[in-house]
C-alpha cells in the first residue's frame, strides 16, 4: 500500500493502480492527521457487473444506495459503483468518466465512515480566534457566503458546506469533508479579488472555489477544542444579529441537518443522536439572523460576528445579544 492519500479531506489507503486510478481526484495536500483511514480499491476490469441490489434505501438523480448480500452499494447512471462491506469497511469499484463518480465516491466514503463511529452534519466550519464557528442551515441560508466572508478576514476553515464529527476523549472532534467552497453568482460578486481562483461547468449553478489555493496553508486537519453553534437564518436586515437559542432547539436544529439518521441501513442511529446532543453540550449556540452585511460589508460584517460572539454565554446555551 502507498502512503495514505485524502479525497475530499477523507484519508485513503490505496493499492498503486487504484492511486494512479484516482491521481487527478485526490487533494492537492494530504496533511489530514487524526481522521480516520478507509480502504479503497479502485478495479481495472471497467465490464465487471455490480452486485445485484436486494433493497434500496435512497435514490436522488446523482446516484443510489442499496443493499447487497454482502454490504451496501452506491451507483450512477455512468454505471460507476462502489461497494461498501467488511469491519473495518473496505470500499471497491468501478469508476466512471466526470465528476460524477467523485461525488459518488465521496457518498461511499461518508457511507464507510458510518459505521466506523464518524458522522456528517451540514454545517461549514470556520476557525477564528481559536474557537470553531459551525455555521448550521439548510441549503441557501449562506453559510458559504459566510464562511468565505470569515476565511477572506484570517480565519482556517474545515469545509464551507459540511465536516464529520466523532468522539474524542470525551470531547466532539471535528474533521474535514469536502475540498471545495461553492458560491452563487450574488456571493461571488462580493469576493471579486477570488474570482482567480474559481470554475463552473456549464451544468452547474454555482463556482466552485479552489480554497487550497485561494488560501494556502489555511485548510486544518481536524479540530478538537472551543465550538460555537451557529444557526443561519436570512433576516433581510440590513446589520446581522445574534439571537438566543435553548439547548433543546439546538439538538432539534442539528438533528435536521443529519438526514443519515432516516436511512435505515444507518449502523447506529443512537449513537450518531448521542453525538449530536453532546456536540451541542459542549458548544457555545445561538441563532445567527443573517442581513445583507454579508455581502454589502463582508470584512465589517465578520467584525460584528467576532465581537458578538466573544459575548455568548457558557456552552449548551446562549443571551440575546442586542443588533
Same mark, same amino acid.
Given at each position: ?75 450512477? !447512471? ?43 452534519? !451540514? ?20 453559510? &458559504? ?40 453568482? !450574488? ?9 482567480? !481562483? ?22 486544518? &486537519? ?102
Amino acid at each position: 500500500m502507498n502512503p495514505p492519500a485524502t479525497l475530499h479531506g477523507v484519508r485513503l489507503s490505496l493499492d498503486s493502480a487504484s492511486a494512479g486510478a484516482l491521481a487527478p481526484w485526490l487533494d492537492p495536500i494530504s496533511d489530514v492527521a487524526s481522521g480516520p483511514i478507509v480502504e479503497v480499491e479502485v478495479l481495472t476490469d471497467g465490464t465487471q457487473r455490480a452486485p445485484t441490489v436486494l433493497e434500496l434505501f435512497l435514490e436522488e438523480p446523482g446516484g443510489w444506495l442499496g443493499r447487497t448480500s454482502s454490504g451496501l452499494l452506491v451507483g450512477n !447512471h455512468e454505471h460507476a459503483w462502489f461497494t461498501i462491506e467488511g469491519s473495518p469497511p473496505k470500499i471497491r469499484g468501478i469508476l466512471g468518466f466526470s465528476e460524477a463518480t467523485r461525488e459518488l465516491l465521496l457518498g461511499a466514503l461518508i457511507v464507510a465512515l458510518r459505521s466506523m463511529g464518524v458522522y456528517g452534519i !451540514h454545517a461549514a466550519a470556520v476557525c477564528f480566534e481559536e474557537q470553531m464557528l459551525l455555521l448550521v442551515g439548510n441549503s441557501g441560508t449562506g453559510k &458559504s457566503t459566510t464562511a468565505t466572508a470569515l476565511v477572506c478576514a484570517g480565519a482556517r476553515y474545515l469545509g464551507d458546506d459540511g465536516c464529520l464529527i466523532r468522539e474524542r476523549s470525551g470531547d466532539v472532534e471535528l474533521l474535514p469533508i469536502g475540498s471545495s467552497f461553492r458560491l452563487t453568482n !450574488h456571493s461571488l460578486a462580493s469576493f471579486s479579488a477570488l474570482s482567480a !481562483h474559481t470554475s463552473k461547468l456549464a451544468s452547474e449553478q454555482k463556482w466552485k472555489l479552489d480554497v487550497f489555493a485561494a488560501f494556502p496553508e489555511r485548510r486544518l &486537519s481536524h479540530w478538537l477544542g472551543r465550538k460555537t453553534l451557529l444557526f443561519l437564518e436570512r433576516s433581510g436586515a440590513d446589520s446581522s444579529c445574534l439571537q438566543p437559542l435553548s439547548q433543546a432547539e439546538a439538538v432539534g436544529l442539528v438533528i435536521a441537518q443529519s438526514n443519515a439518521l432516516s436511512l435505515r441501513c444507518h449502523p447506529n442511529p443512537r449513537g450518531h443522536l448521542d453525538l449530536l446532543a453532546r456536540l451541542v453540550t459542549v458548544s457555545r449556540i445561538a441563532r445567527l439572523q443573517l442581513g445583507t452585511d454579508f455581502l454589502t460589508d463582508p470584512l465589517g460584517a465578520v467584525d460584528r460576528l467576532v465581537f458578538l460572539a466573544r459575548s455568548l454565554g457558557q456552552p449548551g446555551g446562549s443571551r440575546s445579544e442586542a443588533s
